[in-house]
Structure formats: C-alpha cells, structure tokens
T-cell receptor, first 114, second 111 residues
Framework: DGGITQSPKYLFRKEGQNVTLSCEQN?????MYWYRQDPGQGLRLIYY???????QKGDIAEGYSVSREKKESFPLTVTSAQKNPTAFYLC?????????????FGPGTRLTVL | GIQVEQSPPDLILQEGANSTLRCNFS?????LQWFHQNPWGQLINLFY???GTKQNGRLSATTVATERYSLLYISSSQTTDSGVYFC?????????????FGTGTRLQVFP
C-alpha cells in the first residue's frame, strides 16, 4: 500500500520532555512537511524539506527540530522549548514538478502535554 | 504574505441539500487544493485545482484565478460529508513550496 504513515497516533508527554513524532512515506515524493493544527484552526507550517539532508523553517519553527536523513522519512522532535506543544500534528509529502506542489497528508499524531 | 479567507465559517444542512463553499485569496497562486478533514482528523484530498473546473461524483470545484477565488460545490449532501473543508494555496510571488491554509468551513449534515 502506498501512503504516508505517522506514529504514534496518540502521544502523552510530561512537561520538560522531548518527544519525536515519526513520519514515513513510500510514495517516492521529494518534499515532506510538518504542520500543526490547534482546535478550530487551520494548519500552520512548522518545517519542510525538499531534498535529503536539507530542510527549511516554516512559520512556527521555534521549539521544534527535524532531520531528513532518508528520502522516505522526516521525523519531528518537539523539544521542551516549545511553550504550548499540545496540538494535532500532520505530516505531508509531495512531488515537486515545475510549479506543481500537490500535497498528501498522513493520519496525524495527537500530542498532549500533561 | 498571501491571505486565504473561507466562507461561510459554519454550515448546517439537511441530508439531500446542496451547498457552495467559497475560498478567496489575496494574490496570484501556483497551486490550490481543497481538502476534507473528517471527524478523526484525516485530511482527504478533494481537488487540486489552481484553475478551471473539475468534478468528482457529487463534488465539483471551480477556480477563477484571475478573480482570485475558488468554489467547492457539494450536491445531494450526505451525513458522511460532515467535517471541515479547507482551501490551501501557495503564494506565487513568494514561495511555491509552502501551502497557506484558510480557517475552514465546518459542515454538519443531519439526516
């Protein structure tokens, strides 16, 4: 099955702990993205990567870190520096062809800080 | 940066009714997508439609790029259509890699 997988589905964290969210795709897509969604809101971009070993900050990168060591994987670490990490996190990927950037999303991870 | 506005913010329908959702954007775009977020949070791709008209079953979409808006039509609505509908665009003058999302239209369909 081709697609984007995220794990875990639910994650609980104590204040002061770093946690890593997994995102894997087998679509052979070039670009991968992390978004954050707060209740009743749209999505906001955290980080994105167009190519292995390279990534760029999005609009709300503070308190987060990423790596892109493999084309199919783009893990997100929520650090203790993120002041309000409780949210729904969505990973996406896309093929970049000319100006076309059609993104496809994984099922998401709900992070709750206790 | 580019602004994306969706209307109406909330919509309540009885099963079988038709509806039109609107997305206005403030600048020219390369990409425009419509998504349906189901009650479990999954974002489902409905249309990739930076211009023109497309149809998929009971759903269709039209983007008039020169006037900077897109419309999503839902005909004969069903309870499974409930959820939040998002429009997302990239910002051609700034960056083609970042999608900017509207705040969505929350649709509730009752039997």
């Amino acid at each position: 099955d081709g697609g984007i997988t995220q794990s875990p589905k639910y994650l609980f964290r104590k204040e002061g702990q770093n946690v890593t969210l997994s995102c894997e795709q087998n679509l052979n897509h070039d670009a991968m993205y992390w978004y954050r969604q707060d209740p009743g809101q749209g999505l906001r971009l955290i980080y994105y990567s167009q190519i292995v070993n390279d990534f760029q900050k999005g609009d709300i990168a503070e308190g987060y870190s990423v790596s892109r060591e493999k084309k199919e994987s783009f893990p997100l670490t929520v650090t203790s520096a993120q002041k309000n990490p409780t949210a729904f996190y969505l990973c996406a990927s896309s093929i970049l062809t000319g100006n076309k950037n059609e993104q496809f999303f994984g099922p998401g991870t709900r992070l709750t800080v206790l | 940066g580019i602004q994306v506005e969706q209307s109406p913010p909330d919509l309540i329908l009885q099963e079988g009714a038709n509806s039109t959702l609107r997305c206005n954007f403030s600048d020219s775009v390369n990409n425009l997508q419509w998504f349906h977020q189901n009650p479990w949070g999954q974002l489902i791709n409905l249309f990739y439609i930076p211009s023109g008209t497309k149809q998929n079953g009971r759903l269709s979409a039209t983007t008039v790029a020169t006037e900077r808006y897109s419309l999503l039509y839902i005909s004969s609505s069903q309870t499974t259509d409930s959820g939040v509908y998002f429009c997302a665009v990239d910002s051609r003058p700034y960056n083609t890699d970042k999608l900017i999302f509207g705040t969505g239209t929350r649709l509730q369909v009752f039997p």
